[in-house]
């Protein structure tokens, strides 16, 4: 996607300007606010339950796009240079995804299902080293995710059908890694890669009177602009 593309320039620049910073004293503990933008790639798996057992009805969708959210924070910064950090963000996406349904593995043309990623909350822990300088942060991160994810059962004769659309906040983990760096006295740019894992989900579907389970698999890549008071 372009939009990675465009971050992975922008982290390469980041860190050419990291080779060139000034020697002056800065801090990354403290309070600090926040936001981003990023490509996202998720992966939804979804199966049909009939009588408390797997139908046969299952589809794999790719489901790609954009996210861009805001976040506040605190660090706490040790005497050798070990940053300990708490996050807590929101974001809106611009993801979605559609594919058949494949009916024990053959593919039905009459029916597919879309999945739409719409917003997600995330409370995480950082752990990270301060170098060059105290100007450049390396981390990583893992925490609790929350996402509302919405899953559209369609038909080809009747397309969609209000009564087949399920939103529903669906709870996982997240894995993350990155690299911050100050660009003025206040003020940090920031590259990261997150994973997500959304634990699966049981949602109530109309149309067929059952049940499918949903489990999302989400990357995603971000850039972000911070304030440290």
Wanted: proline letters at 0%; hydrophobic letters at 35%.
């Amino acid at each position: 996607m372009k939009l990675i593309k465009i971050i992975l320039v922008s982290l390469l620049l980041i860190a050419n300007h990291t080779a060139s910073a000034e020697t002056n004293q800065s801090n990354f503990g403290g309070f600090y606010v926040g936001a981003g933008v990023g490509a996202v790639s998720a992966d939804s798996k979804y199966a049909e339950i009939l009588n408390g057992e797997k139908s046969g009805y299952t589809s794999k969708i790719k489901a790609e796009g954009i996210k861009a959210g805001g976040f506040v924070g605190f660090n706490y910064v040790t005497t050798k240079n070990i940053l300990l950090g708490i996050e807590a963000t929101y974001s809106f996406y611009g993801a979605n995804g559609e594919d058949f349904e494949k009916l024990n593995g053959i593919v039905n043309t009459d029916y597919s299902v879309e999945t739409n990623i719409e917003q997600s909350a995330e409370l995480k822990a950082r752990l990270g080293y301060i170098f060059n300088n105290n100007q450049t942060l390396g981390f990583l991160t893992a925490g609790y995710v929350a996402g509302k994810i919405e899953t559209k059962n369609m038909t080809v004769d009747s397309a969609f059908d209000p009564s087949g659309s399920n939103s529903q906040w669906q709870d996982g983990y997240l894995l993350g890694v990155g690299i911050e760096h100050f660009l003025t006295q206040n003020i940090t740019a920031r590259v990261e890669y997150n994973y997500v894992d959304f634990r699966t989900e049981t949602y109530r579907e109309t149309i067929y009177n059952s049940n499918f389970r949903n489990n999302i698999d989400m990357h995603s890549t971000q850039i972000s602009v911070m304030y440290h008071f």
